[in-house]
C-alpha cells in the first residue's frame, strides 16, 4: 500500500507501533497483589495511663519526682503527666526518649552506651528526633514494637530508666524489653 501523504504514513505506523507495545507492556504486567488492612496492637489510652501512673508512683517510692510520657507505635504522644517542680525541659525531653526508643526499638541508655563504644554510631546525637540519654524503653508486645514509654527529670538517666521498667514489669508484664 503506498501513500501519497507522508505525514499520513507516519502516523498509521506510529499507532501500530504504539499498539504493538501496549498489548506486549499488557501481557508482561505482573500480577497485581491483592490490598489489604494492616492489623497492627498499638497503645491505648487507657494502657497509656496506667503506665504513666505506675512510672511516677514508681519514682515516687523512691522519692523522686519525674515526667512520664507514652507514644503509641508511631510516635504519637498518647499520654504525659508532670510531677510538680520538675523543670519544663524534662517534659519534652521525655518524649524524645520515648520516641527514640520506638524508633531505634532499644532502651535509649543501651542505645546511648552503644552510639558512644561504636564510632559508626556515633553520629546518632546529630539527628534532631534522637535523643541519646537513658530513660526511655520501648513497649513491645510479642515481636512488635507498639509504643514507648520515656521518663525524665527523676534525677539521672539510670533513675528514669528504672521507673519506666517498673511500669512496664507492674502493668505490661507481657511485653519486654530489649535491655
Known sequence: MQYRNPIAALTVIG????????????????????????KQDNVSLALANALISAT??????????????????????????RDDNVGPHNTEAAQRK??????????TRLLAANAQANPESQNLNTVSSLLLIGGGVPLIAGKEVIGAIGVGGSGG???????????????????????
Open 157 to 179: 538517666a539510670a533513675h528514669d530508666e528504672a521507673c519506666a521498667i517498673n511500669a512496664i514489669n507492674q502493668v505490661f508484664p507481657q511485653a519486654s524489653s530489649t535491655n
Open 56 to 81: 511516677l508512683a514508681a519514682c515516687h517510692a523512691n522519692g523522686r519526682s519525674a515526667v512520664a510520657v507514652v507514644v503509641d507505635r508511631g510516635g504519637n504522644l498518647i499520654a504525659v503527666q
Open 15 to 38: 499507532l501500530a507501533l504504539c499498539t504493538a507495545s501496549s498489548v506486549s507492556a499488557a501481557a508482561a504486567a505482573p500480577t497485581p497483589v491483592p490490598l489489604s488492612l494492616l
Open 98 to 107: 520515648a520516641f527514640t526508643a520506638l524508633s531505634t526499638k532499644t532502651p
